[in-house]
């Protein structure tokens, strides 16, 4: 090879600088629009950007799998086992043939369980899912009933049969593309000043600002799945109760404590046995609460991967935004001036 052939070294360096000006504008590019997206003052800047990790909602997939259970303990035969379950369930299929009622049991008693778990799966947007998937049935063969009834002449909803499986698929799949969607949505920053937690869903929303020197406490809240899949939670306590919630635990009686089983109220036994029942039912109906940590991804840093250098990160920029960071630096700058 001559020396015409052979690229000089500054042709080398001129291939190479687009290489880099290309970089550098994409990065400033990602820059200016998460600046844009969290709405920054011109003297901020991102230290740090977070997102849930992918099995952040990990429980909400597992109401997906359940409602596909559900669709498909109900297209099986259980006809041909002779089990206590197989009588059970085959029991329930034939109960409910009319309406598909013993469907529509299962999963409102799915729902009914789902909601006093007290969870992150009970929220009112899963329990009115699973009320839709629970009625889908009876909505369908609506036309049916009211023809059975001689209310209408002929059905006017297309689907007579209703494959379990076909719409087992669809409502998991349906709530798992929603859930990802929602999770999605949540997008952190740590900046010089402040944390900003947000959340974007249909339109661009609003979030949570926090100044460094109104956090009272960073604390992290690991749970058992969090240690197996090495996620964690971060909550920024600020003294408004935010994310603190109660847990209550209660069970209720179908006495009364005015009703009295026998004998006269008036009389001495009556009364006693009035208030025996009255302290039964107090007893009963007794309800424990107590205020726990229930992190609300809206206000921090939930489920996040790579928890330990964003932990540190806060803890660093807490200290020096505090009373006692903000009095070392001015000692420092007294100690430099004389």
């Known amino acids: 090879m001559s020396d015409e052939e052979q690229p000089s070294v500054e042709e080398e360096i001129v291939e190479e600088n687009p290489k880099k000006e290309d970089s550098e504008v994409v990065s400033s590019e990602t820059s200016a629009s998460l600046k844009q997206k969290f709405r920054l003052?011109?003297?901020?800047?991102?230290?740090?950007d977070i997102k849930?990790?992918?099995f952040a909602f990990t429980p909400m997939y597992g109401i997906a799998l359940l409602i596909l259970f559900a669709h498909w303990m109900f297209d099986i035969n259980w006809d041909s086992d002779g089990s206590t379950f197989s009588t059970i369930m085959q029991g329930i299929i034939t109960f409910g043939?009319?309406?598909?009622?013993?469907?529509v049991f299962v999963m409102l008693a799915i729902?009914?369980?789902n909601r006093m778990l007290n969870g992150s799966t009970s929220g009112k947007w899963s329990t009115m899912y699973l009320l839709l998937v629970a009625f889908t049935p009876m909505i369908l063969s609506i036309d049916n009933i009211m023809e059975s009834l001689g209310i209408i002449e002929s059905g006017f909803i297309p689907l007579d049969d209703f494959h379990y499986i076909t719409f087992g698929l669809f409502w998991s799949i349906l709530?798992?593309?929603l859930t990802i969607f929602y999770q999605r949505s949540f997008h952190y920053a740590i900046t010089n000043h402040r944390v900003i937690f947000t959340q974007h869903l249909f339109i661009p929303g609003d979030g949570r600002r926090i100044l460094f020197d109104n956090i009272n406490e960073i604390r992290t809240q690991r749970t058992f799945m969090g240690a197996m899949l090495g996620y964690n939670t971060i909550i920024c306590d600020t003294g408004s109760q935010l994310g603190i919630g109660e847990e209550a635990m209660s069970i209720s009686?179908?006495?009364s404590g005015n009703s009295v089983p026998s004998g006269?109220?008036?009389t001495v036994e009556g009364q006693v046995t009035r208030s025996i029942f009255k302290k039964l039912f107090a007893f009963i109906t007794y309800q424990r609460t107590r205020k726990i940590d229930l992190p609300d991804p809206k206000f921090s840093f939930f489920c996040i991967t790579n928890w330990k250098s964003v932990e540190n990160l806060l803890n660093e920029m807490h200290q020096r935004h505090s009373q006692s960071g903000i009095l070392n630096d001015l000692k420092d700058q007294i100690a430099e001036s004389q």
């Open 111 to 113: 729902a009914w369980f």
């Open 264 to 266: 006269d109220a008036n």
């Open 97 to 103: 043939k009319v309406g598909n009622f013993g469907f």
């Open 175 to 177: 709530f798992v593309a």
């Open 253 to 255: 009686a179908g006495a």
């Open 52 to 54: 849930p990790s992918i």
């Open 41 to 48: 003052t011109s003297e901020e800047e991102i230290l740090q």
